[in-house]
Each structure stands twice: as structure tokens, then as C-alpha cells.
């Protein structure tokens, strides 16, 4: 069974810069697209950002665009999100997911439904 977990989240004030880190299991890495959501308090989970399983094409919502960056390392069978000039409303629990379907076309990148395997989520909060 195919497991993430991610790390690397915290406190932090609103200018500040975080990354985050999700390893996961297994010897198939490679072949999945995976993406970052966020859910803050009381709000839907939503998409952050995506990257295809050969890592050449990266995906970002519209709020992080130019601040948020997202990489993979697939010999560490790592996903990293880079995140500057974090802003509060960039507080949320963060998620790394792996695409339900290998070598999957960017089109579902951004669909929380295409996503099966999910990791227990790293806290970020951003101070004013």
C-alpha cells in the first residue's frame, strides 16, 4: 500500500517562505502525476498546484501563481511545494496527493476526484 507523508510545515510570518516535503512509498513514483491542496478552517479543500509524472509540466491555481512552486525528485520518490511571500490567507492544512491513474493526461490535474491516494495533511500558518 502506497503511502505519503509530508512534512515541513509551520509557523511562519506573512513575507516568509516554507517548504514542504512529501515522500512517498513504493516503486511506481514515477509514473503518477501528484498535486498539493490546501483546506483552511471551514473552507473546501482546493487545489494548489500539480506537477506531470515525468516532472515537465507544472500546474498552479491563480492565488499562488508566481509565489508557489512545485518540483519532484523521482529517484527520491520526493514532491516538494517552495512557497514565498506566504500571505494569512495562505493558512491551511496542506495535502500531498498521487493522480488515481499512471501517466495521466494534465487535463485532471486539478480535480481533487482525481486523486486516490492522499497524505494526513501538514499544518502551515501564516502570521500578519
Known amino acids: 500500500q502506497v503511502q505519503l507523508v509530508e512534512s515541513g510545515g509551520g509557523l511562519v510570518q506573512a513575507g516568509g517562505s516554507l517548504r514542504l516535503s512529501c515522500a512517498a512509498s513504493g516503486s511506481t513514483f514515477s509514473m503518477y502525476a501528484m498535486g498539493w491542496f490546501r483546506q483552511a478552517p471551514g473552507k473546501e479543500r482546493e487545489f494548489v498546484a500539480s506537477i506531470s509524472w515525468s516532472g515537465a509540466s507544472e500546474y498552479y491555481a491563480d492565488p499562488v501563481k508566481g509565489r508557489f512552486t512545485i518540483s519532484r525528485e523521482n529517484f527520491k520518490n520526493t514532491v516538494y511545494l517552495q512557497m514565498k511571500t506566504l500571505k494569512p490567507e495562505d493558512t491551511a492544512v496542506y495535502y500531498c496527493?498521487?493522480?488515481?491513474?499512471?501517466?495521466?493526461?494534465?487535463?485532471?490535474?486539478?480535480?481533487?476526484?482525481?486523486?486516490?491516494?492522499w497524505g494526513q495533511g501538514t499544518q502551515v500558518t501564516v502570521s500578519s
Open positions: 496527493a498521487r493522480h488515481s491513474d499512471q501517466r495521466a493526461h494534465s487535463g485532471s490535474y486539478s480535480q481533487l476526484s482525481s486523486y486516490d491516494i
